[in-house]
């Protein structure tokens, strides 16, 4: 028993590797190209640099998304064929994956954490490998699961005193990944760079930061010049979702169920907002206002008119977004009996990284551990905002994972110490 811990503990790579070959051969996967926005995207990044960086491109969500598919698909381009572009994904999603582990339990041992820890960090990885689940498919979301593995990694370096003045250059790249992949994060980026950039290191240190940080202006300029998407596009993008948050939870407080379309699956509230959705264009349009903004209103209004509502969705909305829901499996003919056990299966083990995750942030608050609590406050906190205010999806609280299970580790490693300081 001793050699097959020591075997996992050594070797967390190696085990979500064969978890990745595994689970390549499971019925139950994302859909395979997610909507296609970064399938036709990355086949139009190549074309447009076959054609001496010429034509179109359309960019409807992380920019940098198209480049980490582009080797993958530039290699099996010639073939043009959906199966091994899927292929090919797939298996570049799978090696960043495990790159994310090895950057995670980089970050342990740096900071000392104990083999039970990183035991119990990979058992229940496996047991509910859902950073795995988000490899299957082209949908871009094991490249934010890598770059806030990377975050916290360097993090680490820095918080343990081993960093040097490159490991700030590659902290800021971490950031400038995270936020090329998951745009919606921008405001924690904007925030983090502001601490790391207060914080009382060497002027090196710090211009080396700065140096990285100023890609992100780069790739934002870059992006527009390259973007074919209508801006309009956007806006009624932004202007839905925000709307789409105020009904949410609203009428079937306990429907959680991802909501898409008007199939059987649509629940009242989602219909609701479609009708409010139609209401509002119509009124736009027949006084010619701007939309945007007058949705901006609308939701302004109602969040004001109904605070005990708004309270209870973003309490619900806490829990709902920190939950998993397969929705393929769902609307899947299978019995009820497996469609919930299941979901009572993953989500126990997922909701121990939660609430562990919570208990952890307390045990560094009471340590004032400050470097550690407030950029994971920034980041958690930030991404629970978002999903309150905004379209509330399992995968936009997806890139805070990898701060879960640092907390979860965090926690057992220091549970003996806490234990002794609540006794004195």
């Known amino acids: ?78 073939f043009h064929d959906d199966r091994l572009f899927f292929l090919s994904g797939v298996i570049f999603s799978c090696i960043f994956v495990c790159l994310s582990v090895f950057y995670l339990f980089k970050a342990f041992t740096i900071l000392h954490f104990t083999d039970k820890a990183k035991l119990y960090v990979i058992v229940l990885m496996s047991l509910f490998p859902i950073h795995i689940y988000y490899a299957m498919g082209i949908i871009g979301e094991a ?12 993090w680490a370096k820095h918080y343990a005193g081993v960093a040097q003045k490159a490991d700030y250059f590659r902290l800021a790249l971490s ?60 806006n009624r993008v932004f202007r839905q979702q925000l709307l789409w948050s105020r009904f949410e939870l609203r009428d079937e407080p306990l429907n959680w169920m991802p909501q898409h379309g ?55 909305k806490f829990f709902q977004a920190q939950s998993f829901i397969i929705s393929p499996l769902m609307k899947s003919d299978k019995s009820k009996t497996i469609k919930y056990g299941i979901h009572i299966y993953i989500n126990l083990i997922n909701y121990i990284l939660v609430l562990v995750g919570l208990l952890a942030m307390v045990n560094l608050l009471r340590r004032k551990e400050y470097q550690l609590f407030l950029p994971f406050l920034f980041f958690w906190g930030w991404g629970l905002l978002y999903v309150f205010v905004f379209h509330s999806e399992q995968r936009y609280m997806f890139p805070v994972r990898p701060v879960l299970i640092f907390l979860l580790a965090y926690w057992i490693s220091t549970r003996k110490h806490s234990q002794k300081q609540a006794l004195l």
């Open 175 to 234: 950031l400038v990944l995270l936020y090329g992949i998951k745009p919606n994060m921008l405001p924690f980026i904007f925030v983090m760079t502001l601490y790391v950039l207060i914080l009382k290191l060497p002027k090196a240190s710090k211009v080396y930061f700065a140096m990285g940080m100023a890609l992100v202006p780069v790739f934002i300029l870059v992006e527009r010049s390259l973007d074919n998407s209508n801006f309009e596009f956007k």
């Open 143 to 154: 490249f934010g699961f890598f770059a806030s593995s990377m975050l916290i990694y360097f």
């Open 1 to 78: 028993m001793k050699r097959l811990i020591d075997f996992t503990v050594k070797n967390p790579v190696l085990i979500t590797a064969l978890l990745c070959v595994v689970f390549y051969f499971l019925p139950f996967k994302p859909k395979p190209f997610g909507d296609g926005q970064f399938h036709t995207g990355t086949q139009q990044l190549i074309e447009f640099i076959a054609n001496g960086f010429q034509g179109n491109i359309n960019i409807d969500k992380g920019f940098l998304t198209l480049f980490c598919y582009l080797i993958p698909y530039a290699i099996v381009y010639a």
């Open 262 to 316: 008007q199939d059987k699956f649509a629940s009242s509230d989602y219909l609701n907002n479609l009708k409010k959705r139609k209401e509002l264009d119509s009124i736009c349009i027949a006084n010619k206002y701007d939309r945007t903004a007058y949705y901006v209103d609308w939701v302004k209004n109602d969040i004001l008119s109904n605070p005990g509502l708004t309270l209870r969705q973003y309490s619900l």
